[in-house]
């Protein structure tokens, strides 16, 4: 139909409504707008044709299946109008006041495509919108031809109970009522469950702020012990990278701890963010990729933090889906909400994220009783849990009202070689450990902490003995290639502290000599332990996370397309080291590496 129609019904020097375009690119978009014109209604919009195709439903849409709703095909609007909430003054077509009512996305379920089905006179779809989701169909009537019925498809979003016109009469955008367009209501202008919360608790009283620039996030205090205690709330530690997500109207800023910015890199996240119903807002929380588990790990996300090319970043998006947990809410449309007890932040927070199944997601805690929390995390290998004061203000340092208390996951390891030590150090530098897999020994990484001159002593008498010239790895690092190799009866070693395995900036604490078989010791089993999480992966994403890192700038990646298998025939000068793209996480990546602090500790 085109925008011909549209145009000429409206004048632009006397209308606020955009005169838009027809656009060139395809999308999925919907929006329904709730009219006070002559009569109240709710007009549906669908993306298509580079147009939105639009219908007027007068009693608005209903999640019962056996009421059907009369819908009049109207013009089409451009895609512009999907952003369009105001006032169309006196005297002009449709004047009245706009609300979005609802808005999101859309996907065709029969036919494949809304150009057939609006041609077929049929279209049944999915809807991902803030208030309507589920199946939906609009079907052409057969006398009048402008005249469509719209109804719900029975699925679990359907329900007979629910009026959602009456319940949900606010706008996703601005949470005004239609009524409230244009008017200045000092006192309350706002009626969603977001608004009733800031009410509650008091955060409107010290009245509207400018949103806060350069956020420190507060960090917590490494501490040794779980506790118990009324006054804390415990939440999971998550292991991925810490993000402040600062939204201001269209306009979305992500960023590291340490001000990297990441929008770009994460463009699902940053529209999700966008869609949230609020019109400013100021989150602090953590991008994660899960396992087949739902449990976070830094390994899963850590192939998307070095992409910069478009292509490769889209390609990623679809292939490792992330996900923001927010933990805190610091700012919400014009008020300040920091010096307020986290508790009480927490409460609208769960407010603005009342669904734990979209894009953001809201970081949940238990309260009180810290020690059995510990316990299930540390069962499941586990990162740790965050204590924090229920009381406690958002503070922009490192706090003792956020304690951080991790576990301790060790493991054990076969020793395949030794480096020379240096300084005052005798004997050995550090062991070299691996893991078998298909009885080849798999180079995993290296222990130089944690000995007394007893154990350093214990260990050199074991690996003595054994010292060959003989590399019994299947492939190393260039960076330990003049190391000195012990033989095929590689001694077992126990208890690594496997947290810390992968980084070697943050050296990992050896325990001791184990009296185990080597070839029990091996990738299949995850050594002895089943929480251990090392597995070789042969797939894309232990392609991505392969990679080789400059010596002098570690941030800097060279290339992304290598695995353990490639490091002998990469031939790397003594500049360059390898990075083993298959277990937990990066053997020499830094962890003090600023760029990525974030992401190897992110409180």
């Known amino acids: 139909m085109g925008l011909d129609e ?5 004048k632009f020097n006397r209308t606020p409504e955009p005169a838009g375009e027809v656009k060139k690119t395809p999308g999925k978009s919907f929006v329904i707008q709730k009219h006070r014109a002559t009569r109240l209604h709710y007009d549906f919009r669908l993306e298509m044709e580079g147009v939105l195709r639009s219908w007027a439903i007068p ?19 451009p895609i512009d109008y999907g952003e369009f909430e105001g006032t169309i003054p006196a005297g002009n077509y449709g004047a009245g006041k706009v609300i979005i009512w609802d808005n999101g996305t859309y996907e065709m379920v029969d036919p494949d495509t809304p150009e057939k089905g609006w041609k077929k006179g049929k279209l049944h779809f999915v809807l991902k919108g803030k208030k309507l989701k589920g199946e939906w169909v609009l079907v052409r009537g057969s006398r009048e031809p402008r005249q469509w019925i719209f109804f719900k498809v029975r699925d679990q979003h359907a329900s007979s109970d629910i009026d959602i016109t009456k319940e949900r009469p606010e706008s996703v955008v601005s949470g005004s009522l239609v009524d409230e367009i244009g008017e200045q209501s000092p006192s309350r202008q706002w009626v969603t469950p977001i608004e009733r919360e800031l009410e509650k608790y008091g955060m409107k009283n010290p009245g509207r702020a400018p949103i806060p620039k350069n956020i420190q996030p507060m960090l917590a205090t490494l501490s040794e012990k779980p506790f118990r205690n009324d006054d804390w709330l415990f939440e999971l530690k ?14 979305l800023d992500m960023r590291t701890r340490n001000a990297r910015s990441l929008a770009d890199r994460f463009p699902t996240l940053a529209q999700a963010f966008k869609e949230l119903p609020v019109d400013t807002a100021v989150l602090d929380g953590e991008i994660v990729a899960l396992d087949e588990k739902g449990h976070s790990h830094f390994h899963l996300i850590q192939p998307r933090i070095h992409l910069s090319r478009g292509k490769d970043i889209a390609m990623a998006d679809e292939q490792i889906p992330v996900y923001f947990y927010a933990f805190d809410l610091l700012y919400l449309n014009g008020y300040n909400l920091m010096k307020f007890p986290l508790i009480e932040r927490k409460a609208v927070l769960g407010q603005l994220i009342p669904e734990n199944d979209g894009w953001i997601r ?29 009381k406690s203000e958002y503070q922009q340092t490192r706090s003792r009202y956020w304690l951080k208390i991790k576990t301790q ?34 180079y995993v990484g290296r222990t130089g902490g944690g000995f007394d001159d007893r154990m350093l002593a214990q260990a050199y008498d074991e690996v003595k003995p054994l010292v060959t010239e003989t590399c019994p790895f299947k492939e190393v690092p260039a960076e330990v290639r003049k190391s000195t190799w012990c033989g095929s009866r590689a001694v077992p070693f126990g208890g690594v502290d496997t947290a810390t395995l992968t980084r070697p900036f943050w050296p990992p604490s050896a325990k001791g000599i184990s009296g185990t078989d080597p070839h029990f010791c091996n990738s299949r089993n995850g050594g002895l332990s089943p929480r251990f999480p090392h597995r070789v992966h042969q797939s894309r994403q232990s392609l991505l996370a392969g990679g080789w890192l400059h010596e002098r700038r570690p941030h800097r990646v060279l290339r992304q397309d290598l695995t353990v298998s490639h490091f002998s025939s990469a031939r790397p000068s003594s500049r ?4 083993s793209g298959w277990h937990l996480r990066p053997i020499v990546l830094p962890k003090r590496c600023s760029w990525l602090h974030a992401g190897m500790d992110s409180y």
């Open 238 to 251: 998550l292991d991925g990278i810490r993000a402040i997500a600062v939204k201001n109207g269209t306009r």
């Open 362 to 390: 809201y970081a949940d805690h238990i309260e009180g009783d810290g020690v059995t929390f510990f316990e299930a995390v540390s069962k499941r290998g586990l990162e740790g849990i965050v204590a924090k004061l229920k």
């Open 6 to 10: 549209y145009k000429r019904k409206r």
């Open 409 to 442: 996951m060790t493991d054990h390891f076969v020793v395949g070689g030794f480096t020379a030590p240096e300084g005052t150090r005798k004997l050995f530098g550090a062991l070299l450990l691996g893991l078998y897999s298909n009885s080849s020994l798999i």
């Open 576 to 579: 360059f080291r390898a990075v």
């Open 59 to 77: 009693k608005g849409p209903t999640f019962n299946p056996a009421e059907k709703r009369l819908a009049m095909e109207t013009e089409d609007h």
